[in-house]
């Protein structure tokens, strides 16, 4: 119940094209999520995050879509660029705690 | 911008021997974090703390593994008598408040 699935693990884009990954989740005390971005030999870094009041939320070309019935979320790249080639990793937190649990990872490769 | 500084980038160990894992967090946080990622798995929660002590701690978190802010500008993870299965990069992360995190670039702990 702790999980959080996330797909695909692998994705491949071209640029200018969309790029969506979703995740999808069991736990109704999950309340904060979070996308991470994470270059090779870097830590994950903060790209954007919902709480489930919000249906969307968008910050530049990134939007995170949210359906807190279907249990899902998931985030969309518009646009995508050789430099968003990275590893995404979606994550959720329940409302009475600051630990993040982390999904498995989508690797994004954006080729010009 | 500010960042979590991690030392070192890469430690090699031996099965058995004590290794220390220092951090340095941003330093208007208050809570702070310690994660690892097995090679090609996800992120996994290992421990928090705030108001120096262990607010929250996972499974993997077990005796072998203590956690100390020494001179309130450091943050360590002590893994007494490492083995093989602790291979793993440690990431530190520290945020203001609950959430938001900014990791650090991570130790690759190699245990041979």
């Known amino acids: 119940q702790q999980q959080v699935k996330q797909s695909p693990q692998s994705l491949i884009v071209q640029k200018g094209g969309i790029s969506i990954i979703n995740c999808a989740y069991e736990?109704?005390?999950?309340?904060?999520f979070p996308w991470y971005q994470q270059f090779p030999g870097k830590g994950p870094a903060l790209l954007i995050a919902?709480?489930?009041?919000?249906s969307e939320k968008k910050e530049g070309r990134f939007t995170i879509s949210f359906n807190k019935s279907a249990k899902q979320f998931s985030l969309h790249i518009m646009d995508s660029q050789p430099g968003d080639s990275a590893t995404y990793f979606c994550?959720?937190?329940?409302?009475?705690?600051?630990?993040?649990?982390f999904g498995t990872g989508t690797r994004l490769q954006v080729f010009p | 911008e500010p960042e979590v500084t991690q030392t070192p980038s890469h430690q090699v160990t031996q099965m058995g021997q004590e290794v220390i894992l220092r951090c340095v967090p941003i330093?208007?946080?208050?809570?702070f974090y310690w994660y690892r990622q097995i090679l090609g798995q996800k992120v996994e929660f290992l421990v928090s703390?705030?108001?120096?002590?262990?607010?929250?701690k996972s499974e993997i978190f077990d005796d072998q593994f203590s956690v100390e802010r020494p001179d309130g500008s450091n943050f360590t993870l002590k893994i007494r008598s490492t083995k093989l299965e602790d291979s793993a990069m440690y990431f530190c992360?520290?945020?203001?408040?609950?959430?938001?995190?900014?990791f650090g670039s991570g130790t690759r702990l190699t245990v041979v």
């Open positions: 992360a520290s945020s203001v408040g609950p959430h938001g995190y900014t």
């Open positions: 736990n109704t005390a999950f309340d904060y």
């Open positions: 919902i709480r489930p009041d919000v």
């Open positions: 994550a959720a937190s329940p409302w009475n705690t600051d630990k993040l649990i």
């Open positions: 330093s208007n946080h208050l809570y």
């Open positions: 703390f705030y108001n120096n002590e262990i607010s929250e």
